[in-house]
């Protein structure tokens, strides 16, 4: 029973570097949503969806880029890595709208940029 | 004034007590308000609803006033499992999918 499962775990890039974060979950749900969490912040909404090729943004989107090809997978894009970007970030996916019944979380992915 | 407003802590009770930490929110009009706990580099996970009528599961009690604008969570007979941060979730807006998550209370439960 996999859940939420967000890859990578770990990364380190170098300022102006991509990468692509993959969260995949297998609880059908048709909501999910990008959060980074940084030290004395609470946690905040980058972009999200509410169904397959639909994407929304966040609170904080600016130099993120998010898709939804699939159902199961909400993918996050860095394009050109900067220092305010080092953060967890977390993957989320609910079955349903307004956070009712609850977010599943990925376990999260600690990128730091340098 | 923050959205979401906890207590940072840390609260360090011994075991077998009772422990409340509240968290205020600033929009009257929000609709939903959620208890999450998050374990030390872990991922935050839902620990309760939080209802008008108020809930309780098990040894968690949830309140919510909404004429003074706050939410409480209480853990009794408090046990070495609950030490974790407390995060303050509430949904702003209605139809809104933008949740404001407090940065949490961290509680320690002291043997």
């Known amino acids: 029973n996999a859940g939420v499962t967000q890859t990578p775990k770990f990364r380190v890039l170098k300022t102006g570097q991509s990468m692509t974060l993959l969260c995949a979950q297998d609880m059908n749900h048709e909501y999910m949503y990008w959060y980074r969490q940084d030290p004395g912040m609470g946690l905040r909404l980058i972009h999200y969806?509410?169904?397959?090729?639909?994407?929304a943004k966040g609170e904080v989107p600016d130099g993120y880029n998010v898709s939804r090809l699939k159902k199961q997978n909400f993918l996050l894009g860095l394009e050109s890595a900067a220092p305010s970007q080092t953060s967890v970030y977390f993957c989320?996916?609910?079955?349903?709208?307004?956070?009712?019944?609850?977010?599943?979380f990925g376990s999260g992915t600690r990128l730091t940029v340098v | 004034r923050k959205e979401v407003e906890q207590d940072p802590g840390p609260f360090n009770v011994p075991e077998g007590a009772t422990v409340a930490f509240n968290c205020t929110y600033s929009?009257?009009?929000?609709?939903?308000f959620f208890w999450y706990r998050q374990d030390c580099r872990k991922e935050p996970k839902l620990l309760m609803s939080?209802?008008?009528s108020g809930n309780e599961d098990g040894r968690f009690t949830a309140q919510l006033n909404r004429a003074s604008q706050y939410i409480s969570l209480l853990i009794r007979d408090s046990k070495l499992s609950d030490s974790a941060t407390y995060l303050c979730v509430v949904n702003p807006n209605f139809g809104n999918e933008k949740l404001t998550f407090g940065t949490g209370t961290r509680l320690t439960i002291i043997p």
């Open positions: 989320a996916s609910s079955g349903s709208s307004m956070g009712l019944g609850g977010y599943t």
């Open positions: 939080v209802y008008s």
């Open positions: 929009n009257s009009a929000s609709q939903s």
């Open positions: 969806s509410v169904g397959e090729g639909t994407t």
